[in-house]
């Protein structure tokens, strides 16, 4: 697409005319800058056959089944041609379902820097895996300014389109509340299986299963939480407002089916703005993560809570875990900036907007952290702990202190990867993990 068509969409022009959703700003942090690799991207139509259909459940249909379909849009490490522009197209809508007369569903598109179809690049196969799971309702393309970056720096990014949970088809909240960890692991073993040799498939070889982290926005984080470990509380499956039928009860702690279902491919978690507590997690069930988690979280997040965000990042006591956070920030502190179609309706603007922040400088902070966190946790790079041990938590009492040769003083605090002015309104939190 021309450059004149591709800015239509982008409502950050002070960046400049070819400015892509997830392009670092002149003061992003040292490691949000896109790596060596170059980006394909391909969609996966998947089915996960003979799953309870739970909005079709009634007291004369008490078990009601489907094959129930999900889509996958995946980026990963590829060859681009020389001479080829690594531009794709991607295709959402604004909405919040069928038949919402606040919330209409209307179609549009915006560029992202990665070439359909690609070849991958096997130089440095396989890579390790990442799955991420939007919002209620959201989509697989929400947040391709994290999943292109990522995939540009040497993982596989795969981005669930949970069914009943997208812009265009979000339907009861019962079947989010019961998919999301089932489609979770039911992606990580699909995935597993695309990359054994002789899959068949354009991951074989690519991937490593082995080494995984789940990645989840909102309700995405609720999915994650459980699917790596925090059983649901007792209490959640009779909650008049929950999951109908006790369905919900094989992802309660303790429940065999539950305890059988952890994965040691999962190495690492980060929930983004995780919803879920305190209805369906609780200090015991969260016992169970046993994994190093990132979360990122906004203090004024009314969505999620950030007191209940607070409270799962300190519960999971058994977790190396650090939380970032926004000061100011709300819900929307991972997702794209919003899409031009939007600033026609408040409600959809503010799917997308952060109010005190600018949407594109969260992208690069979060570029930043999650290539130190999933680097150093996935691939074993040791020299990322450096951007973690941040040496204040408040990023707002960091000092540069910097004598006249440009080297440090020994009173120099600034978060390292951050240039001067630029550690303003985060805060990130460390808990080390308890003894099991």
């Known amino acids: 697409m021309p450059a004149a068509g591709r800015t239509q969409w982008l409502n950050a022009s002070q960046y400049g005319p070819d400015f892509v959703y997830g392009d670092p700003r002149p003061d992003a942090p040292e490691l949000a800058p896109r790596g060596r690799f170059g980006v394909g991207v391909r969609w996966l139509d998947l089915v996960n056959p003979d799953q309870i259909d739970i909005l079709r459940y009634s007291g004369a249909n008490p078990a009601p089944r489907y094959d129930r379909p999900l889509g996958l849009m995946v980026w990963y490490p590829a060859v681009i041609p020389a001479g080829v522009e690594m531009l794709t197209t991607y295709h959402d809508t604004l909405g919040s379902g069928p038949d919402n007369p606040d919330r209409p569903i209307i179609p549009f598109t915006f560029p992202g820097r990665a070439l359909q179809g690609a070849e991958p690049d096997f130089s440095e196969a396989p890579y390790p895996l990442v799955i991420l799971s939007h919002g209620y309702p959201g989509s697989a393309v929400l947040m391709t300014n994290l999943t292109e970056n990522l995939a540009s720096k040497g993982y596989v990014v795969a981005a669930i389109e949970h069914t009943d949970s997208t812009h265009w088809d979000a339907a009861g909240f019962a079947s989010t509340l019961l998919n999301r960890p089932l489609d979770i692991l039911f992606v990580l073993n699909e995935l597993g299986r695309m990359g054994q040799a ?55 702690r303790g429940h065999p089916s539950f305890e059988a279902s952890r994965d040691e491919r999962v190495k690492a978690i980060v929930p983004m703005a995780p919803w879920g507590a305190p209805y369906f997690f609780d200090e015991e069930g969260l016992k169970g993560i046993r994994v190093p988690a990132f979360f990122i979280v906004g203090d004024q997040d009314d969505t999620s809570g950030f007191h209940n965000v607070r409270y799962l990042f300190e519960k999971c006591v058994h977790s190396d875990r650090y939380m970032l956070v926004y000061q100011g920030g709300i819900h929307e502190v991972v997702v794209n900036p919003a899409p031009r179609i939007s600033t026609t309706s408040f409600r959809e603007y503010m799917h997308y907007q952060e109010p005190c922040w600018d949407n594109a400088r969260c992208n690069n902070i979060n570029q930043h952290f999650l290539t130190a966190f999933l680097g150093r946790h996935l691939k074993g790079m040791a020299e990322y702990q450096a951007y973690l041990d941040v040496p204040v938590p408040i990023a707002n009492q960091a000092r540069w202190s910097q004598n006249p040769d440009g080297t440090f003083r020994d009173d120099h605090t600034y978060w390292k990867g951050f240039r001067q002015w630029t550690c303003v309104g985060l805060e990130l939190h460390h808990l080390p993990a308890q003894m099991i």
């Open 198 to 252: 002789g899959s068949g498939s354009f991951l074989a070889g690519l991937v490593d299963d082995t080494r995984t982290a789940l990645m989840g926005y909102s309700m995405g984080g609720y999915g994650v939480l459980n699917a790596a470990g925090a059983g649901f509380r007792p209490e959640s499956v009779d909650l008049p407002w929950g999951v109908p039928g006790g369905y919900l009860a094989a992802r309660v």
